[in-house]
């Protein structure tokens, strides 16, 4: 059999290159080039910059600092495309416009809340004297975007870009209008009924309730504390969870109770939605603020970009407004909608009551007691325990469950009576022996661990 002649193989793997692959993925643009690119990617925020500067700050509305922080978002990811961060020339420029959209966001936040706050109907003497902080935290947040619309046209003089003159009307910025969705549920497990709906939402509220209160927000804190206190427990990332778990709750409540008859007939779940609503703005500012706190702190940045910054915005100030502001006034208000949480959930909720048999190798003390208050405060519900004919005691509070414990050393039955999720994990601390053989509840109850 002959065999047919093959083609060399370098002339076949030739053939079978495009022309277009010896070229660069990406080319290198010169920053005068970048600069014509930009002057016109960019002509509507510079227009919407221009109304700005030329009005009062307190005439900025919602509408205002939304179209600014969607067309600041436009322009810094078409900086970002051209890897204009990492860009001597126009690496201050991104910064600023990075920060121009953060505190429009910060911004339209408060100001949302400041429309809003008078239909959630909640306590005078609560609201009022927040009222007179809340317009001096708008004054300064706007105020902050003033200055940096005016370093930003030095440094687009500075860099030579040419932007227009004129500015847009007022027509430009849309209307603030109540956005549509669809219910969030497709996490969500099947609940019974409304009422075990409304009992969940003021559950999740206490467990909120008490993370916020792990922070130790009683007072405002000194300027010489704001720094340590934001990188132990208000990150960046510590701030997300907190307004995601506040969103969530939201969330769920408009989803399940919202316009419902329950609703309509009891005053203290729009005074609890109410709550979460002024809970949930605070936290965005927050976040905003922090995460501006922090891009300009870490070591990612350009140093003489960050330093720049910092002239402009002070950010010992920054941090007062997040934490002394915002973070405060988020933590009052979560505290004063407890009693309506406490109030709802003992009506929407079908409470138990269970003994448990303390199992015989096992002898009342102070780890079984730490054990039984940490899974009753897990869920942040009212849970009671009784032990033999004495009163009924609070079973998330470490010492009232030692001394009941101690009164009664010998005993080997234990009543409690709440929340049918709270008891049934207490059946599993139980019937684990409270760890004390060989099998561990934390492997079941993983907040144990």
């Not at 009022?128 to 930003?152: C, H, N, Y």
């Not at 408009?254 to 002024?278: Q, W």
């Not at 009052?332 to 409470?351: C, D, H, Q, S």
Request: hydrophobic letters at 35%.
């Amino acid at each position: 059999m002959t065999r047919k002649k093959r083609k060399p193989a370098s002339r076949a793997r030739k053939s079978a290159i495009p022309a277009s692959a010896a070229e660069p993925l990406e080319q290198i643009i010169s920053e005068g080039d970048y600069s014509v690119i930009l002057t016109w990617q960019a002509p509507q925020f510079f227009k919407m910059a221009n109304f700005l500067r030329a009005s009062k700050h307190e005439n900025w509305g919602e509408n205002h600092m939304f179209s600014l922080s969607t067309e600041a978002n436009s322009l810094e990811t078409f900086l970002d495309d051209f890897s204009a961060r990492n860009n001597k020339t126009f690496s201050y420029l991104t910064e600023i416009v990075a920060s121009i959209r953060g505190f429009a966001n910060a911004t339209h936040a408060l100001q949302h809340l400041r429309r809003r706050i008078d239909k959630y109907d909640l306590a005078k003497d609560l609201v009022q004297p927040f009222m007179v902080e809340l317009d001096r935290a708008i004054a300064w947040s706007s105020d902050s975007i003033g200055k940096l619309l005016t370093e930003m046209y030095k440094e687009t003089s500075n860099q030579k870009i040419a932007t227009p003159k004129e500015a847009v009307g007022e027509t430009s910025f849309p209307t603030a209008y109540a956005r549509q969705r669809l219910p969030r549920n497709v996490d969500d497990e099947d609940v019974a009924n409304e009422a075990e709906r409304i009992s969940e939402v003021a559950t999740k509220y206490l467990q909120i309730c008490d993370v916020v209160d792990n922070l130790g927000l009683d007072q405002k804190k000194v300027a010489t504390d704001l720094r340590h206190f934001v990188g132990k427990d208000c990150t960046e990332e510590k701030a997300r969870q907190y307004k995601t778990s506040v969103h969530n709750l939201q969330s769920k409540y408009d989803t399940y109770i919202k316009n419902t008859a329950f609703e309509a007939g009891n005053r203290n779940l729009k005074h609890l939605r109410g709550h979460i609503s002024v809970t949930l703005h605070l936290l965005e500012y927050v976040t905003q603020l922090v995460h501006f706190y922090e891009r300009h702190e870490n070591d990612i940045r350009y140093e003489p970009t960050k330093q720049r910054i910092s002239k402009i915005i002070n950010k010992t100030e920054v941090l007062d407004h997040a934490v002394n502001f915002g973070l405060l006034n988020a933590a009052k208000f979560l505290r004063k909608g407890r009693a309506e949480a406490m109030t709802i959930f003992p009506e929407f909720t079908k409470l138990q009551e269970q003994t448990f048999e303390v199992p015989s190798h096992v002898v009342l003390h102070l780890r079984p007691a730490a054990l039984i208050s940490t899974v009753a405060k897990h869920y942040g519900t009212p849970i009671q325990m009784r032990i033999g004919d004495r009163d009924w005691v609070d079973a998330s509070s470490p010492m009232r469950v030692l001394l009941e414990i101690g009164m009664s050393p010998s005993a080997r039955k234990v009543i409690f009576r709440g929340d049918q999720n709270i008891l049934r994990d207490l059946k599993i601390l139980f019937d684990c022996g409270f760890g004390e053989g060989d099998v561990d509840p934390s492997e079941k109850l993983q907040y144990l661990k």
